[in-house]
Every structure is written in structure tokens, then in C-alpha cells.
């Protein structure tokens, strides 16, 4: 099996659907002849043309709202956010449009499109282009919100995501893009939007994360391996909706819990995973529920000793998680 | 800017059965509209939000679209558009009453947010000016398959004022897009006035930044109005990219039934456009033509009203929506 990295993954994902279904198209800003500001859609405007590689004017709320609407028209829209930071003037059309239209209509009017963005920070991207606001969406009813963190399920779940029925928001973690490699199949498959995987088995501690920040527990797993402790890792891969039962099974088994993100604490998909612990798993436990994420600061800074300062690391993992295996 | 109007004797080549049947149309939309304000303040429905004083260049738009193939993106005071179009005075009523048998919504939405999907008015909600960009990527659809469709889409001039507004009409003249941007100016959003609303007294003047036409139609004037959207509609379908047209219009009643324009408005001003009333105008000049006989117009009313009593006898017999389906159509329904 080919051995590709996490961009090069969606970028088959979306490249594959569009040959095999005219009615899929990408909008946003730097998508068409520069392949965008990370080179997803590299090549994608030569080979399908200006239409269907869509380069817009730099005004993210006509993005989500120009797909919108071509999504009520028969089109498979994927709308391009540069960054989940900037994605804040298309807020009103995602969670007061998107998210509502099925449910106001009743059922008559669907939007079948995907809105794509980078989040996540550790490139020296500063307060506005290292962002995780993934919560925000998480909150609302009527939107799937998934976060691949392999390349092999950014393939699958792209391709999964533009054949959604619903409005979808797949969210790209930016250091993944070249960093992170993986087995990708040939041709076409897709992966569940609805379900958690585990990626590593174990019976200790239950380890639950999302995006970049399943590496990180990862790498720090592993260094508690060597000691004889055995973590269970599961990447979450929706956090709307969350997989309950997946998260239930894990923390059931282990008793003990871990929950990694990189965005900061409050009111975030770490809350929502313990607060399903807390309701369902009460008399497994054998410590309290524990979570690591970004400080309660605005967003990430720049200068390196600030930015490292807000970055969750294997070494912060490895303290969190030797904290609760001692308790 | 010149404001298009018509002498009473321009016709704009309409026939005599085309001119009553216009008539006709405003008159139904006015008459269910009245009637739903009856039933708010009876304590029947909770909540309207009219149209009336805006009939005529609604009319006018849809009588030159054509239903269930064009692309209609409307705003809450859309009422008389979407009666041409092909709703029903009943299908309101039922959304008024919060019946389960709503088309709009199924009684999920407030009033007035339109929406069929048979007829392919899209469903709007609440946030004002964000269907203006769902407009342009219907129009996008309709141009990259090649279709012939035109895209509606309106708004008051309050909503000019959102970054939507500008953004739609920029993407959409950029692409040479078949939409008409109709902005129905009443001159008040709520209680703000159109002076502290826009530096200029026009709304169309955007149009020179974007390097579209920019037209003015009397609102009040429904010869006028049917000219214009001829012409815009015309010029969509052909080819030609998008117009954004300017109807003066009145706003006879308060903003809804939870407003009292009383309070922001002199008692002159709401005087005077009584007078203006493109119903008033629009029966005088069709009785100057001989279009509309003496009598012609209340036999009309007498039969609209009937139509209307029935509609209003069975929407209120319609059944409310059961608790139970609060949770459907939240996401597609899953197979095994």
C-alpha cells in the first residue's frame, strides 16, 4: 500500500470524488491557480477548470453562503476557509443557515456541503493562524463536525464528508499536513463520520483525543509502555456527533481517564467527553476524569517560548498521564 | 437616478387581461394580509409581519418568473410573491396558526419566512440579508449546468446595510450571474429611517460599483413595476448578469404585530402614504383605461374573500404538529 502524507490523502479524497461526480466543486480563496495556501487543491483548477475550482473573492461569509446555496441547487460544494481563524464571518451562515436548514424546512431543503479548514497551531502561526475553535461548531445541532488525523481517514472521511447529506465541517490540522504519513488504499473507499477509532489498545488509562493531539498522546503512551503501563488511544475522529459508546467502552475498561486536545478547557470537546464519563461510566472510575488542553488565553502567541508555552507536548502528556496512573 | 414611473396611459403593452389579473393578485395579498393581522389581534396567531404597500413590485416580479423553474430567495415581506408564484392564501394561514401542515416550516419557523420547495422558493430564516449569497450560488449552479434559470432574491433597504448584501451582489456581477437583487425600500428598518440608514438617498447607486444597471421603479407605480422586472428578467435569462433594482415602496402597517409605528412616526407621514397606496392608484388607473368596470373590483374582493374565509375555516381545523416530531429532520434519516 502506498505510504502518503495527510495532505496528499485529502487531496486524492476530494481529486477522486470530483472525477467520479461532476456535481462536486471548490470554492475559496487561493484554490484554483495557486492549488491554495497549503497546496490542497494543487493541480485540481487545471484538471476541472475554472467552475468547478473556484477561485472567490476574499469574503468568507459569500463562501459558506455562495455554497449554500449551490448546495440547494444540486451541487456538491466544498467551501475552502484558509483558516479556521478566519472562518468567524461565516459563522452566520454556517450554525444560522446551514445547520438549521433541514430542521426549518422541515425536511424540504438539505445542504449537502462541506466546508474544509486548517485549525491547530505549532507553526509559528500566531494568534491567527493557530487557532482550535472546533467547539464552537461542535455545539450545534444540525452540523458534523470531523477531524481526521491520519491520512489514511482524511481520505476516507473527505470522500465520506462530500457524500453527506448534511452540512459537514472537516477540520485539517495543519502540522498533520506533511508531517504526518501514512498507508493510504488505492481507489475508493470512505470512513464513518460518526465513529471513534481506537488506535491503540490498552487497559490502564483511556486516553481520548482528536486531530495532532492523538501523535502527541501517542508519543507519550509510548514512553509509559516502557514501564509497564498500558493505555488505550482513542481518536475521536467526530466530535459531532462524539461516539458515546466508544467513549463509554474505553473508559469503562480502563477506569481512569485522559482527555488530550489543543484547545483550551472550557466549554470544549474534552467538557463533553467527561460530562458523558461523569453520566455513564460513574461507577467504573477509579480516578477522577483528567483533561490537558491550551491555557485560558485568547489564542496561541507567537515568539517561541509563548508559543511553546501553549502547546500541549509528549512531555506535558507523559506528566498527566503518570499523575493518574500513581493515583 | 431617474425614478422609472409610467403616465397613466403607458400600458407597457399589456393586454387588458394581463393588467386585471395583476390587479387581482395585489388585491388577494392585501386582503389575506388583512385578514392575518385580524386574527393577531384577535388573539388567534401570534405574530404577523406584512407586506402591504409592497404589493405591486412583488407582483410584478413573479408574474414575469417562472414558478417551480427560476430560483426565488425572498424576505419576510414577500407575501404577495409568493401567492403569484403559486402558494396559497391557506398555506400561510396554516403557517400563521403554527399548523403541523405548514409548507413553510411545518410550524417551525415564525410566520413569514418563506419557503416551497415545490415552487423553488428556498427557505429563509430569520438573520437579514444572508439569503442575498444563497441567491448567488443558486444562480452559480443554474450557470455552470448551463440552465436558463433566473434567480430572485430580495430585501428590505435595512438589509443593504449588511456585508452580505455587498458581498452577494460583488460575486454575483463578477460571474455575470443571473440574479435580480430587488431591494423593496419602504424607507424604515423597524423605526430607523433611511437617513441613518445610507449616506444616499439611493440604494440602486451601488450598482455602479459593481458595474451592473441600477434601476428605480415607483413601487407604488404597478405598470411601472411590471416594466422593470420584464427587463431585469430579460436581461438575467439572456445572459447578461445581474441587475439590482430599487422599488420605492410604502410601508402601510407597523414593522409587525409587536411594533407600533406610531411612536417613530408623525400621524402626516402615515397619512399621506395612505394616498400613495399602489391598490388605490393602480384600480384608478385601470378604471381610466376601462380595464376595471365600475363594480369589477368589488366583485373581486367579495370572491377573494370567500376563498379566504374557507382558507381560514381550514387551516384552523388543521391539526397542530405532534411534540414528538420536534426531533426530525435534524439530519438525514440513516438506513441500517
Redesign the interface.
Known amino acids: 500500500m502506498a505510504v502518503k502524507t495527510y495532505i496528499e490523502a485529502i487531496h486524492d479524497g476530494i481529486r477522486e470524488e470530483m472525477q467520479r461526480d461532476e456535481r462536486v466543486m471548490i470554492l475559496g480563496e487561493d484554490v484554483g491557480k495557486k492549488g491554495g495556501v497549503f497546496g490542497v487543491t494543487e493541480g485540481l483548477q487545471q484538471e476541472f477548470g475554472e467552475w468547478r475550482v473556484l477561485d472567490s473573492p476574499l469574503a468568507e461569509s459569500m463562501i459558506v453562503g455562495v455554497a449554500i446555496g449551490a448546495a440547494m441547487n444540486g451541487m456538491l460544494p466544498i467551501a475552502e476557509i484558509q483558516f479556521q481563524d478566519f472562518i468567524m464571518p461565516a459563522v452566520d451562515q454556517i450554525i444560522s443557515e446551514a445547520a438549521k436548514m433541514r430542521y426549518r424546512s422541515n425536511g424540504d431543503w438539505n445542504v449537502p456541503m462541506v466546508v474544509r479548514s486548517p485549525f491547530g497551531g505549532g507553526v509559528h502561526g500566531a494568534l491567527y493562524h493557530s487557532q482550535s475553535i472546533e467547539a464552537i461548531f461542535a455545539h450545534v445541532p444540525g452540523l458534523r463536525v470531523v477531524v481526521p488525523s491520519t491520512p489514511y481517514d482524511a481520505k476516507g472521511m473527505i470522500v465520506a464528508a462530500i457524500r453527506d447529506p448534511d452540512p459537514v465541517l472537516y477540520f485539517e490540522h495543519k502540522r498533520a499536513y506533511r508531517a504526518i504519513k501514512g498507508e493510504v488504499p488505492e481507489g475508493e473507499y470512505t470512513v464513518p463520520l460518526d465513529r471513534a477509532a481506537t488506535v491503540r489498545e490498552g487497559s490502564d488509562i483511556a486516553v481520548f483525543s482528536y486531530g495532532m493531539m492523538v501523535h502527541t498522546a501517542l508519543e507519550a503512551v509510548d514512553r509509559l509502555a516502557a514501564d509497564g503501563f498500558s493505555c488505550e488511544v482513542t481518536d475521536l475522529r467526530s466530535l459531532r456527533p462524539i461516539d458515546r459508546e466508544a467513549v463509554v467502552a474505553s473508559a469503562r475498561k480502563c477506569g481512569k481517564v485522559l482527555i488530550v486536545q489543543e484547545a483550551n478547557l472550557a466549554v470544549s470537546v474534552a467538557s463533553e467527553v467527561a460530562a458523558i464519563i461523569a453520566e455513564d461510566c460513574f461507577d467504573s472510575l477509579d480516578a477522577p476524569v483528567m483533561r490537558i488542553g491550551g491555557p485560558e488565553i485568547p489564542a496561541m502567541p507567537f515568539s517561541p517560548p509563548l508559543e511553546k508555552f501553549y502547546l500541549v507536548t509528549p512531555d506535558k502528556v507523559e506528566a498527566k498521564l503518570r499523575e493518574l496512573a500513581a493515583y | 437616478m431617474a425614478i422609472t414611473r409610467t403616465d397613466s396611459k403607458a400600458r407597457a403593452g399589456l393586454d387588458a387581461e394581463t393588467l386585471r389579473l395583476m390587479y387581482r393578485h395585489m388585491l388577494r395579498s392585501r386582503l389575506l394580509d388583512e385578514r392575518l393581522w385580524v386574527l393577531n389581534r384577535q388573539g388567534r396567531a401570534p405574530f404577523w409581519i406584512s407586506g402591504e404597500g409592497h404589493e405591486a413590485v412583488q407582483v410584478a416580479f413573479a408574474m414575469n418568473l417562472r414558478p417551480g423553474h427560476d ?1 426565488i ?1 425572498p424576505y419576510y415581506r414577500d407575501l404577495a410573491l409568493t401567492l403569484v408564484l403559486g402558494m396559497t392564501p391557506k398555506d400561510h394561514l396554516l403557517s400563521v396558526l403554527q399548523r403541523a401542515g405548514d ?4 410550524g ?2 415564525m410566520p413569514a ?1 418563506y ?3 415545490r415552487l423553488n422558493i ?2 429563509t ?3 437579514v440579508g ?1 439569503q ?14 448551463g440552465e436558463d434559470a433566473v434567480t430572485f432574491t430580495s430585501i428590505g433597504e435595512g438589509g443593504t446595510s449588511e ?2 448584501f455587498h ?2 451582489i ?2 454575483a456581477a ?1 460571474h455575470k450571474l443571473a440574479v435580480i437583487f430587488v431591494v423593496e425600500n419602504n424607507g424604515f428598518a423597524i423605526s430607523v429611517p433611511w437617513q441613518k440608514q445610507m449616506p444616499t438617498q439611493d440604494v440602486a447607486d451601488h450598482a455602479k460599483g459593481y458595474g451592473i444597471p441600477g434601476v428605480i421603479v415607483d413601487g407604488c407605480d404597478a405598470i411601472a413595476c411590471y416594466r422593470v422586472a420584464r427587463e431585469a428578467v430579460k436581461r438575467a435569462r439572456r445572459g447578461d448578469g445581474p441587475t439590482l433594482v430599487e422599488a420605492k415602496v410604502l410601508r402601510l402597517t407597523s414593522h409587525s404585530s409587536d411594533d407600533d409605528q406610531r411612536r417613530y412616526r408623525s400621524a402626516e407621514d402615515l397619512e399621506a402614504q395612505k394616498e400613495r397606496d399602489s391598490l388605490l392608484r393602480f384600480k384608478a388607473t385601470l378604471e381610466e383605461l376601462g380595464v376595471l368596470h365600475p363594480g369589477d373590483a368589488e366583485e373581486m374582493r367579495t370572491v377573494l374573500l370567500l376563498e379566504l374565509d374557507r382558507a381560514t375555516d381550514e387551516a384552523e381545523a388543521a391539526p397542530l404538529p405532534s411534540p414528538d416530531t420536534a426531533m ?5 434519516e440513516r438506513g441500517a
Open positions: 430560483w430567495a409548507p413553510n416550516s411545518g417551525r419557523q419566512h419557503g416551497c420547495r428556498i427557505s430564516g430569520s438573520p444572508t442575498l449569497l444563497h441567491a448567488a450560488g443558486l444562480a452559480l449552479a443554474s450557470r455552470m449546468r456585508g452580505d458581498e452577494a460583488n460575486f463578477i426530525l429532520n435534524v439530519y438525514a
